[in-house]
């Protein structure tokens, strides 16, 4: 059985009209930063949104156990979303699943 890390993670942007901000997009940025900075073996892992809000700038996805460290690196050095200045806030990491909806927020968030 494969165990997972789960991240929440904000995202700052200098300027958000000038981004397009998707559950797609999100992923690949990570997983550019992974293979950057760890190589394309070293950085290829499944990365798995579990939670999705463009209106929060938030995500919570999970990763297995064993990049956790890698992928904590990587958001911490992502310095650029499409082009545009940003900082990607790590706010919790767990070992069980995470989930920022807090009640009536339902409407604005994405279960992916």
Known sequence: MIRH????VQLKFRDLDSVVLTPVFF???VQNSLERFFGQIGGDTT????????EQQ???FRVPEEFYER???SITLIGQYQEVPCHFRVLKTSK???DFIKEGENENC???
């Open 5 to 8: 890390r789960y991240f929440d």
């Open 58 to 60: 938030r995500v919570v």
């Open 27 to 29: 992923r690949g940025c």
């Open 110 to 112: 994405e279960e992916i």
């Open 47 to 54: 990365l798995e949104i579990i939670k999705f809000s463009a």
């Open 96 to 98: 069980t699943p995470l």
């Open 71 to 73: 992928t904590r690196a």
